[in-house]
């Protein structure tokens, strides 16, 4: 069975930085597309990072330059490095994956909440 | 990156109708254009894929279509549980993008 288990998430002042992690199972992390997407307080859904079994990373305008997607083969676990954080990265960030290869998330965590708040 | 706009942001709609949500791109993508649906507090789950393709397990009264630049989903005999916020996202090029939603009421 496949399971994404989201953690890290949190208060943080703007200007920190938080790691979110998604602990995987039932499949092989390395070998699937995986993304992380996020909702702001009453938004819509907002694509922050995938990562392709390649490895290429892609990311919106919004996020590029702070944030970074990246694996642990090892521990089968998919990270998102968030540096310089503002009040508008304030979200609940779900981890997922694309089994297909595709660009469809097919398998979505629960989710963590991350805030940035002075 | 390609922009995804919906339409209607919101729809009211009663048990056993049907609706039909609209999106459109900002350029060309092809048939690349997923649909998902979002309840709270939960996580989104995939509907559609590739504009038509039934996700596996998903009711067949569920439909989408399109492709180019415009793109549909549609419910017949809407039930209680279709009562939820629905996003289109372009799979034609990365990053991804999703529309803005629409969120299905009573």
């Known amino acids: 069975e496949v399971q994404l288990v989201e953690s890290g998430g949190g208060l943080i002042r703007p200007g920190g930085s938080l790691r979110l992690s998604c602990a995987s199972s039932?499949?092989?992390?390395?070998?699937?597309?995986m993304a992380w997407v996020r909702q702001a307080p009453g938004k819509g859904l907002e694509w922050v990072a995938v990562?392709?079994?390649?490895?290429?990373?892609y990311y919106p305008e919004s996020v590029k330059g702070r944030f970074t997607i990246s694996r642990d083969i090892s521990k089968n676990t998919l990270y998102l490095q968030m540096n310089s954080l503002r009040a508008e990265d304030t979200a609940l960030y779900y981890c997922?994956?694309?089994?297909?290869?595709?660009?469809?998330?097919?398998?979505w965590g629960q989710g963590t909440l991350v805030t940035v708040s002075s | 990156d390609i922009q995804m706009t919906q339409s209607p942001s919101s729809l009211s709609a009663s048990v056993g109708d049907g609706v039909t949500i609209t999106c459109r791109a900002s350029?060309?993508?092809?048939?690349?254009v997923n649909w998902y649906q979002h309840k709270p507090g939960k996580a989104p789950e995939v509907l559609i894929y590739?504009?038509?393709i039934l996700q596996s397990g998903v009711p067949s009264r569920f439909s989408g279509s399109g492709s180019g630049t415009d793109f549909t989903l549609t419910i017949i005999g809407l039930q209680p549980e279709d009562f939820a916020t629905y996003y289109c996202?372009?799979?034609?090029?990365?990053?991804?993008?999703f529309g803005q939603g629409t969120k299905l009421e009573i």
């Open positions: 997922a994956r694309d089994s297909k290869q595709q660009l469809v998330l097919d398998y």
């Open positions: 039932g499949f092989t992390v390395s070998s699937s597309y």
């Open positions: 990562i392709y079994s390649g490895g290429t990373t």
């Open positions: 350029q060309g993508i092809n048939i690349n």
């Open positions: 590739a504009a038509s």
């Open positions: 996202q372009q799979s034609y090029s990365s990053p991804p993008t």
